[in-house]
């Protein structure tokens, strides 16, 4: 199990439609193979900054799996326009979480 993190910094003008936008998107992403859940969160200190959290079962499912799918073009089309920068992606391991391990 992985996540994907993708920080999408978004025009602040434009939050509302944004989040319209990804609810309409959002379909394609779940539908992919290997995925197993998400959440897309906005930043409390800087609410342009939204944070998908994506889960799936392994790194190869998202890259290049849904990466390189139509459906990820599609879903990459849909929200483009609202970046005021290009978005960074990472992942991380995700066994931790799955066992409830946390640092204390």
Same mark, same amino acid.
């Given at each position: 199990?992985?996540? /994907?993190?993708?920080?999408?910094? !978004?025009?602040?003008?434009? *939050? #509302? $439609?944004?989040?319209?936008?990804?609810?309409? =998107?959002?379909?394609?992403?779940?539908?992919? /193979?290997?995925?197993?859940?998400? !959440?897309?969160?906005?930043? *409390? #200190? $800087?609410?342009?900054?939204?944070?998908?959290? =994506?889960?799936?079962?392994?790194?190869?499912?998202?890259?290049?799996?849904?990466?390189?799918?139509?459906?990820?073009?599609?879903?990459?089309?849909?929200?483009?326009?609202?970046?005021?920068?290009?978005?960074?992606?990472?992942?991380?391991?995700?066994?931790?979480?799955?066992?409830?391990?946390?640092?204390?």
């Amino acid at each position: 199990m992985i996540y /994907e993190i993708a920080q999408l910094p !978004v025009h602040k003008e434009q *939050i #509302e $439609t944004f989040r319209a936008a990804f609810a309409e =998107v959002a379909p394609l992403l779940s539908r992919a /193979e290997g995925y197993c859940g998400h !959440v897309l969160a906005q930043g *409390i #200190e $800087t609410p342009e900054l939204f944070h998908l959290i =994506v889960r799936w079962k392994s790194f190869e499912d998202h890259t290049p799996g849904f990466e390189a799918s139509e459906d990820h073009r599609m879903f990459m089309m849909g929200l483009q326009r609202y970046f005021s920068e290009e978005p960074t992606v990472y992942h991380i391991e995700g066994a931790a979480f799955a066992t409830g391990e946390y640092l204390v």
